[in-house]
């Protein structure tokens, strides 16, 4: 196979050409110039690769030797849960000024969320962690084709806890409240090719703005400073143009744990289901009735970004819920007094915004209790 950055491939041994790796993994000792990073886009999952000639051939000709051992460290980043999410992961090596450094085999992606997908669709730092990890994964197993041990460092707990669940898919119910599907449908397939040669390490995050107990500024441990440089390099997908959007393949899925909405392509349930599902239910309920109730949603609800409008106000009791359900839904006794104070309401002593309000909490108490009966002709099972 072909990659414009890498060099010629062999599939099957698994080997550079090893004309082209004698003279250029080790440019320094024929007295040529090192060679400049190369960048080449790779299959979705793995997002933008940046590696060197010499950095590949050595990992080439290491990828065979079972006593190897890669380390590695990867995050993700996260700046806004209803748009976009980044991630990132390097190898290391030893070096300045820290003892380590990031290595030049590194790779950034980025997950966006489309216009077109569930409004209930988010993306958080424990999926981007896992879209690093698949990445970084999946490229050492099928094109580094690495058969050492790999030492890989992240601060997502979860993940790691995630992954080390044996049973994350052979249990039902374990399943059914996993969140990002799609990922760990996939990870539990590529987990079995790194199966005892792969260590997940947890690293502590940002110990560069922590104190310790006295109040002085901590210094990070070596592998700390690697986790803060892939969190530098993880942010650079957000201005990075040639930075590619990743996605699952869906080649890559098992049918069998694939749940859609209507038969939507982008209509995935990837979270946790039950609940995933009841709100996807009173989203729907949510913007018809928005649309028949001007005098409470305004003249043109088809405007509200219902993304944001999900998770804006705190409901600490639950009569902060059945306000708001009758606020949205114009059941108050006094209707005339949202009119009159049109952008705010005093109650209770507090100012509430109108237009922040939880539009998943609305129909908790006006939907009924029926969401079985119109679940069961929104979703169906792949075949």
Not at 133 to 149: D, Q, R, S
Request: glycine share 6%; hydrophobic share 30%.
């Amino acid at each position: 196979m072909q990659h414009p950055a890498l060099g010629e491939v062999n599939s099957d041994k698994g080997v550079a050409n090893q004309a082209q790796m004698d003279t250029e993994d080790d440019p320094e000792s024929n007295g040529a110039e090192p060679h400049e990073p190369r960048i080449t886009t790779m299959p979705p999952t793995m997002g933008k690769l940046t590696t060197h000639h010499e950095t590949w051939g050595g990992l080439m000709r290491r990828a065979n030797n079972t006593n190897e051992i890669l380390t590695v460290v990867s995050d993700g980043s996260v700046r806004d849960f209803t748009r976009r999410g980044t991630w990132a992961w390097s190898i290391v090596t030893k070096g300045a000024p820290h003892g380590l450094k990031l290595g030049k085999l590194s790779a950034v992606g980025k997950e966006t969320i489309q216009h077109q997908d569930l409004l209930t669709r988010e993306t958080f730092s424990y999926r981007m962690e896992a879209m690093a990890l698949l990445g970084g994964l999946t490229y050492l197993h099928e094109h580094i084709k690495w058969k050492g041990k790999v030492q890989w460092h992240t601060d997502s707990k979860s993940v790691i806890q995630t992954y080390n669940n044996r049973s994350i898919q052979s249990h039902p119910g374990t399943w059914e409240k996993q969140r990002d599907k799609d990922v760990w449908d996939v990870m539990v397939q590529i987990r079995q090719q790194w199966d005892g040669r792969l260590t997940l390490n947890h690293v502590e995050s940002h110990v560069d703005r922590k104190k310790d107990e006295q109040g002085n500024s901590r210094t990070p441990t070596p592998i700390q400073w690697m986790n803060i440089a892939v969190d530098a390099l993880a942010d650079t997908g957000y201005t990075d143009k040639n930075a590619p959007e990743t996605y699952i393949d869906p080649q890559r899925r098992n049918d069998r744990y694939i749940m859609v909405k209507n038969g939507l392509h982008n209509g995935e349930i990837t979270g946790k289901t039950r609940t995933q599902i009841k709100e996807e239910c009173i989203m729907d309920d949510t913007i018809e009735k928005a649309g028949e109730s001007n005098s409470s949603w305004g003249e043109s609800p088809e405007h509200v970004d219902w993304r944001r409008m999900r998770k804006t106000l705190p409901t600490a009791q639950m009569s902060d819920t059945l306000f708001a359900s009758k606020w949205m839904h114009a059941k108050l006794a006094t209707n005339h007094y949202v009119q009159m104070y049109a952008y705010y309401v005093n109650r209770n002593g507090r100012r509430t915004r109108i237009y922040s309000l939880n539009a998943r909490r609305t129909l908790h108490t006006t939907a009924g209790k029926n969401w079985s009966q119109r679940c069961a002709c929104l979703w169906a099972h792949t075949p």
